[in-house]
């Protein structure tokens, strides 16, 4: 129990820094640099996130710019999340993956989203790598 708090702490410090990726003033171009050096991520890697995550800015964009319903907002960004999960899962490795989909637990929690009973189930629902093809490793 206590290996736990001990990582869920580091873990917040470690990712604190990238948990803007949802703010309107941070750009695929900051949100990559970062990516960058948290997930350490090789230049062959960057260049094929880079369009993954400008992509994803702009649908998140269009979400919230047409949409009044917020049930109906947090249904299609979680769709959002999970196709742009299911992209990074093709160019980063295990361990990488790992590392982005915490960062994401972590800044829905920080954000309030309520972590119920089904939020293993969340996880892995947003991106858990079962394999794939790692980028420049």
């Not at 919230?64 to 960004?77: A, C, F, M, T, W």
């Not at 999970?82 to 920080?110: F, G, S, T």
């Not at 309030?112 to 790692?134: C, F, L, V």
Request: aromatic content about 4%.
């Amino acid at each position: 129990m206590k290996y736990r708090a001990i990582i869920f702490i580091l873990a917040v410090f470690c990712f604190l820094p990238i948990l803007a990726h949802a703010s309107a003033h941070q750009t695929a171009d900051d949100l990559v640099q970062k990516m960058t050096i948290d997930l350490n991520l090789t230049p062959a890697q960057a260049s094929i996130v880079k369009p993954i995550i400008e992509d994803s800015m702009a649908e998140r964009r269009l979400i919230l710019q047409n949409s009044e319903d917020k049930g109906l907002i947090k249904g299609k960004l979680d769709q959002l999340d999970q196709e742009e999960n299911q992209k990074l899962a093709q160019v980063l490795n295990q361990d990488q993956m790992n590392k982005w989909v915490e960062r994401q637990n972590l800044k829905r929690m920080l954000n309030g989203d309520e972590m119920d009973s089904g939020s293993e189930q969340k996880g892995n629902r947003h991106g858990r790598h079962e394999g794939g093809g790692a980028v420049g490793m």
